[in-house]
């Protein structure tokens, strides 16, 4: 039997002995873990900065050098174009970063950013961080940028004000135009750009679904491709009021310009009498400089720009630059790349079947705008 003053004693020594296990161990654990006390038994002086101890070096043999996969031993004559403001950064980075992982850590084409600004040191920072390949930063030449003298700004501030109130997209907005107007007739004129026959336009927030394990540029220079695209859809009517009488006018005016076998019929389902709005989603373009720069193209873009309808209307790069390739090449120089899965808010192309596996793409194969409603991908399809 115990005494109950033994069994006060009894408890106060569990107590004690509880007390000093936990309190060694705490200090102990403390001790083993803190920076101060690896920096003093190390003897380092307080005044340095060591490496933490969980950072083992890595020895140079360890590193894998980049893998060389170019199994034609040729590359073609090409560019990434970003067309971007400082403030895109973020967007663009992430856009850059999945077209590196996901093609061009193999191939290394360089990219060219174009700005009506100069671009800031973080932005050629973050930017150069995210690739091996070669990077030059372009300045937009003034008159390839703003609003025209041309333009009568008193009608083009009231269509400006007519879109607002009608809710139609960027409809208030001159640096939207701005956009339009040098995507449409003048990034390909660029200095930067000058010395490349091809171009893949990335813009920022997009995603890059699938691995791409060939050049999609050589496809272009091998077959003669002018265009490529991943989707396409209708454009808004309030958008491009006046712009089919507008094409119609150059074509009576040029006869002889387009080709036998173009994609007209992609364009207008009564054979050029109006315009179906149908139009290649110009966010993803992969597409040959010296076709824009053909006389015909620019000859089209300066009698559209003469229009005025960049300003008075909304014109955008996507309706020009489809109309162009539709009635100025033939329809098999505009190539669908149905092996690259993309994303642009809000739409996405998802390849099916096989390339899905090939591509060990991770969109959902279910979420594919190619035959949905808005779609004008069985136009394209209609052609051939
Ligand atoms: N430098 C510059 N780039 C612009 C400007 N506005 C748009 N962009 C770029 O033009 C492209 C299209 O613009 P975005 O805002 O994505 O238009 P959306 O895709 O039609 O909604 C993107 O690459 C933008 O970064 C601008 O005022 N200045
Ligand atoms: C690349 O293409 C441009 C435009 O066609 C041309 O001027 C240039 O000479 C080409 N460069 C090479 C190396 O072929
Ligand atoms: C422009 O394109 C047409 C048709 O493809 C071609 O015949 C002509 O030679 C091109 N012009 C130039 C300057 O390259
Ligand atoms: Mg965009």
């Given at each position: 039997?115990?005494?109950?003053m033994?069994?006060?004693?009894?408890?106060?020594a569990?107590?004690?002995s509880?007390?000093?296990?936990?309190?060694?161990?705490?200090?102990g654990?403390?001790?083993?873990?803190?920076?101060?006390?690896?920096?003093?038994?190390?003897?380092?002086?307080?005044?340095?900065?060591?490496?933490?101890?969980?950072?083992?070096?890595?020895?140079?043999?360890?590193?894998?050098?980049?893998?060389?996969?170019d199994?034609?031993?040729?590359?073609?004559?090409?560019t990434?174009?970003?067309?971007?403001?400082?403030?895109?950064?973020?967007?663009?980075i992430?856009?850059?970063?999945?077209?590196?992982?996901?093609?061009?850590?193999?191939?290394?084409?360089?990219?060219?950013f174009?700005?009506?600004?100069?671009?800031?040191?973080?932005?050629?920072?973050?930017?150069?961080?995210?690739?091996n390949?070669?990077?030059?930063?372009?300045?937009?030449?003034?008159?390839?940028?703003?609003?025209?003298?041309?333009?009568?700004?008193?009608?083009?501030?009231?269509?400006?004000?007519?879109?607002?109130?009608?809710?139609?997209?960027?409809?208030?907005?001159?640096p939207?135009?701005?956009?339009?107007?040098?995507?449409?007739?003048?990034f390909?004129r660029?200095?930067?750009?000058?010395?490349?026959?091809?171009?893949?336009r990335?813009?920022?927030?997009v995603?890059?679904?699938?691995?791409?394990?060939?050049?999609?540029?050589?496809?272009?220079?091998d077959?003669?491709?002018?265009?490529?695209?991943?989707?396409s859809?209708y454009?808004?009517?309030?958008?491009?009021?006046?712009?089919?009488?507008?094409?119609?006018?150059?074509l009576?005016?040029?006869?002889?310009?387009?080709?036998?076998?173009?994609?007209?019929?992609?364009?207008?389902?009564?054979?050029?009498?109006?315009?179906?709005?149908?139009?290649?989603?110009?966010?993803?373009?992969?597409?040959?400089?010296?076709?824009?720069?053909?006389?015909?193209?620019?000859?089209?873009?300066?009698?559209?720009d003469?229009?005025?309808?960049?300003?008075?209307?909304?014109?955008?790069?996507?309706?020009?630059?489809?109309?162009?390739?539709?009635?100025?090449?033939?329809?098999?120089?505009?190539?669908?790349?149905?092996?690259?899965?993309?994303?642009?808010?809000?739409?996405?192309?998802?390849?099916q079947?096989?390339a899905?596996?090939?591509?060990?793409?991770?969109?959902?194969?279910?979420?594919?705008?190619?035959?949905?409603?808005?779609s004008?991908?069985?136009r394209?399809?209609?052609?051939?």
């Amino acid at each position: 039997m115990m005494t109950p003053m033994r069994y006060v004693l009894l408890v106060l020594a569990i107590i004690i002995s509880l007390h000093y296990i936990l309190s060694f161990s705490h200090e102990g654990y403390g001790k083993a873990t803190s920076f101060k006390s690896i920096a003093g038994q190390l003897q380092l002086g307080s005044g340095q900065d060591p490496e933490p101890p969980y950072k083992t070096p890595i020895p140079e043999d360890y590193i894998h050098p980049q893998k060389e996969i170019d199994p034609l031993q040729r590359k073609a004559n090409a560019t990434f174009v970003v067309l971007a403001r400082n403030g895109d950064l973020q967007g663009v980075i992430a856009s850059m970063k999945q077209m590196e992982d996901r093609f061009n850590k193999e191939f290394e084409y360089p990219w060219v950013f174009l700005n009506e600004e100069p671009f800031s040191d973080e932005f050629k920072h973050r930017t150069r961080e995210i690739t091996n390949a070669p990077i030059s930063y372009g300045l937009i030449p003034r008159d390839n940028w703003y609003q025209p003298d041309f333009i009568d700004e008193e009608k083009a501030k009231a269509a400006r004000e007519k879109m607002v109130k009608n809710n139609v997209i960027y409809g208030g907005s001159v640096p939207y135009r701005n956009m339009c107007r040098f995507n449409s007739g003048f990034f390909f004129r660029h200095e930067l750009l000058q010395n490349y026959r091809y171009y893949w336009r990335v813009e920022p927030d997009v995603k890059f679904f699938c691995d791409i394990h060939y050049d999609p540029f050589l496809i272009m220079e091998d077959n003669n491709k002018v265009y490529g695209f991943t989707v396409s859809l209708y454009e808004y009517e309030a958008t491009i009021p006046t712009l089919w009488n507008a094409v119609k006018e150059f074509l009576e005016e040029n006869p002889g310009v387009t080709p036998e076998n173009n994609a007209m019929a992609f364009l207008s389902d009564d054979n050029g009498e109006s315009y179906n709005r149908c139009h290649f989603w110009s966010n993803f373009e992969i597409g040959d400089l010296d076709f824009w720069r053909n006389e015909t193209y620019m000859k089209f873009f300066d009698f559209l720009d003469q229009k005025g309808g960049f300003y008075y209307e909304r014109w955008g790069d996507a309706p020009v630059h489809s109309i162009g390739a539709a009635l100025f090449a033939r329809k098999d120089q505009i190539h669908f790349f149905e092996d690259i899965g993309y994303r642009h808010e809000p739409f996405q192309h998802c390849p099916q079947g096989e390339a899905h596996s090939r591509g060990k793409c991770w969109c959902d194969p279910n979420d594919n705008f190619d035959y949905q409603w808005y779609s004008c991908l069985k136009r394209y399809d209609a052609l051939f």
